[in-house]
């Protein structure tokens, strides 16, 4: 696969950056996730070649570490929290409700790109168990009917803006 000419470019500014510090794998694949969005299999064969490093250390490193994505986020991510509070009041309903009311798999983008689905640890929202974050917004004291009516709200709103 192509890496479009800005990402390439911002891909090598990166790590010229970090060219003369040993042991920058992880800085450098930060700044390309924080820049980019995500660290596809593509920039990290770019940056094998660029530092010498081996591809395979390189996608070890993003897929040891919760922090990296392999693929882009869909237009709305929503995190799941299964801390425990959340966990004990239902969190793994919610997940199965997002997952059927979306079609996508919790821990994947949707292959329309509208949903990315994640489970995280713990949201500190414990009094509002079971909570979720839809592009950082919080909703709590979900049911499973009341995540299925906000995926429906997002998908009425990104048909009205032309997308869906």
Do not use: W
Not at 35 to 61: H, R
Not at 67 to 73: A, D, H, M, N, T
Not at 101 to 127: N, P, Q, R, Y
């Amino acid at each position: 696969m192509h890496i479009p000419s800005k990402a390439s470019d911002e891909i090598r500014n990166i790590v010229a950056k970090y060219r003369n510090y040993p042991g920058a794998a992880i800085p450098i694949l930060q700044e390309i996730q924080n820049k980019l969005g995500y660290v596809s299999p593509e920039f990290i064969l770019q940056v094998a070649g660029l530092t010498g490093l081996k591809a395979s250390e390189l996608y070890g490193i993003t897929t040891f570490y919760s922090q990296f994505r392999l693929e882009p986020l869909g237009e709305n991510h929503i995190q799941i929290c299964h801390g425990t509070a959340c966990h004990l009041a239902g969190a793994e309903r919610i997940t199965e409700a997002l997952e059927i009311e979306t079609g996508t798999e919790c821990g994947t983008t949707g292959k329309d790109g509208k949903f990315t689905l994640e489970k995280v640890a713990c949201m500190g929202c414990c009094s509002l168990a079971p909570v979720i974050s839809v592009n950082g917004k919080i909703f709590g004291k979900l049911t499973p009917d009341k995540a299925k009516r906000l995926i429906r709200r997002l998908q009425k709103n990104s048909r009205e803006k032309g997308g869906v």
